[in-house]
């Protein structure tokens, strides 16, 4: 947690750190403070890992706004159909738990990442997913490290 709190230092007051396997919620008191944090912070190491932030689906409650979660858990996807979307992405992995993030041709095409909550979930998907068709193509995983 101390980790946490040194790494969001200087970007507002942290009114709470909630932290979970594999991932964590930052609370702010301010939304202001959270939408620097995610926008300067973004794609930064902690502990010598590259960390994706966003902003933490709510139920659109002001609390939600303020609060941005983090995961380590990520996978490359390689030859995706040009078809497939991020979604398409997402509804496929989800059978392996639940997914934090998720993109789709985003840096280069065919190539996607998704990132998951927990470690566990990350690894079924690469043992039962990798080799798998997704919309008439065989993807490749990888796990992203650093």
């Known amino acids: ?28 008191d301010e939304q202001r403070d959270a939408d620097d944090a995610v926008k300067e912070l973004a794609g930064r190491k902690l502990r010598r890992e590259r ?31 040009p078809t497939t979307s991020w979604q398409d992405l997402k509804d496929y ?10 993109k789709a041709h985003h840096e280069k095409k065919g190539e996607g990442m998704v990132e998951f909550c927990r470690r566990e979930d990350m690894k079924w998907a690469m043992d039962r997913l990798g080799d798998t068709k997704l919309d008439g193509r065989r993807i490749k995983l990888t796990e992203m490290r650093g």
């Open 1 to 28: 947690e101390v980790d946490i709190e040194r790494f969001f230092n200087g970007y507002g007051k942290l009114r709470q750190v909630v932290l979970k396997r594999g991932f964590g919620f930052v609370f702010f």
């Open 93 to 102: 992995m989800k059978q392996a738990g639940a997914v934090l993030y998720c």
């Open 51 to 81: 960390i994706t932030l966003e902003f933490a689906k709510g139920d659109g409650s002001d609390e939600g706004q303020r609060s941005i979660s983090f995961s380590q858990y990520r996978i490359k996807v390689e030859n995706l159909s």
